[in-house]
């Protein structure tokens, strides 16, 4: 099972939206209503943002968001705020023997 | 509140053993799914070994299948990883997370290091 691929970097200014795009097969992202996103500050464990594709757990701003279109998974946060610079992550549940894929990870930077 | 605490990382030689713990406290771990996750130096997540909320079923990575096992302790309340035949590539940092593919990982610990060098 292959690694989803997200781009390696994304920037934007604040209160500017930036979309990271989290794409997949038709064996994990495509085939699964279960894909999340982490935020990851240096030297932090990951926080989670987004559960099934587009729900925020408690706690986690409005400003970030989730959607899925067949195989590719997207996160948008918007409004973007300086304490948003952080490596982000996306997972799939996968029907393979690999039970949960991650992205590749992608750097947030507020210019 | 949900806390998880690693332990039980350091400097292995290759071919060596190790087992990690990570200490639950706010819930009980035999109520819940539960799962390991290493990020190797400067690298991405990649997702370790799993062990479900009931009935205990494992899962494990392709990368470690037949060589790590994970399992958990419901008098201690701990969540375990026995590591063996370790290589180098396996030097990473090891976290403990509760959740499961519905509710993701919404918590986990602050992650315990592994290197695996001679």
């Known amino acids: 099972q292959s690694a989803l691929t997200q781009p390696p970097s994304a920037s934007g200014s604040p209160e500017q939206s930036v979309t990271i795009s989290c794409t997949g097969t038709?064996?994990?992202?495509?085939?699964?209503?279960?894909v999340s996103w982490y935020q990851q500050h240096p030297g932090k464990a990951p926080k989670l943002i987004i559960y099934?594709?587009?729900k925020r757990p408690s706690g986690v701003p409005d400003r970030f968001s989730g959607s899925k279109s067949g195989n590719t998974a997207s996160l948008t946060v918007s409004g973007l705020q300086a304490e948003d610079e952080a490596d982000y992550y996306c997972t799939s549940f996968a029907v393979s023997n690999t039970l949960y894929v991650f992205g590749t990870g992608t750097k947030v930077t507020v210019l | 509140e949900v806390q998880l605490l690693e332990s039980g990382g350091g400097l292995v030689q290759p071919g060596g053993s190790l087992r990690l713990s990570c200490a639950a406290s706010g819930f009980t771990v035999s109520t819940y799914a539960m799962s390991w996750v290493r990020q190797a130096p400067g690298k991405g997540l990649e997702w370790v070994s799993a062990?479900?909320?009931?009935?205990?079923?494992?899962y494990n990575a392709d990368s470690v299948k037949g060589r790590f096992t994970i399992s958990r302790d419901n008098s201690k309340n701990t969540l375990s990883l026995q590591m063996n035949s370790l290589r180098a590539e396996d030097t990473a940092i090891y976290y403990c997370?509760?959740?499961?593919?519905?509710?993701?990982?919404?918590?986990w610990g602050q992650g315990t290091l592994v290197t695996v060098s001679s």
């Open positions: 997370a509760k959740g499961d593919r519905r509710s993701g990982w919404a918590h």
């Open positions: 038709s064996s994990d992202v495509g085939g699964s209503n279960y």
């Open positions: 062990i479900g909320h009931s009935g205990g079923a494992t």
């Open positions: 099934e594709v587009n």
